[in-house]
């Protein structure tokens, strides 16, 4: 299941504090949990009507997605988490959370 932010909102679920901004996908049990506890969501589907089944893994990363999509690609990836963090610390506006999270699953630097 994937669901929509139509606006920004935070909740908390599975014991973390979810700060999810307009635009951004949440897939999974988040995504459930935000639609049946009225967030501001809207089911995501694929054009024939049909909910979608992608793996947010595959593909390449794409950094100006929405940071639940990030996260969504990262999964418990930590060279995937080194790879996202090393590009969203380039980027003009460098998202706090976005670096936070991914903080948390890449691996410390051993400089």
Not at 55 to 61: H, I, K, M, V
Request: with cysteine; proline share 5%; charged share 30%.
């Amino acid at each position: 299941m994937r669901a929509q932010a139509r606006a920004p909102f935070t909740c908390y679920h599975n014991y973390e504090l979810h700060s999810v901004q307009a635009g951004d996908v949440l897939d999974g049990d988040l995504a459930e949990y935000a639609l049946a506890t009225g967030c501001p969501v809207d089911e995501l589907t694929d054009d024939d009507g049909q909910e979608s089944e992608g793996d947010p893994r595959d593909g390449e990363l794409d950094i100006t997605a929405p940071t639940a999509a990030v996260l969504a690609w990262v999964g418990d990836d930590k060279d995937r988490a080194a790879q996202a963090l090393a590009a969203e610390k380039v980027t003009e506006k460098p998202r706090t959370g976005l670096v936070t999270a991914l903080e948390k699953l890449a691996p410390a630097d051993e400089s």
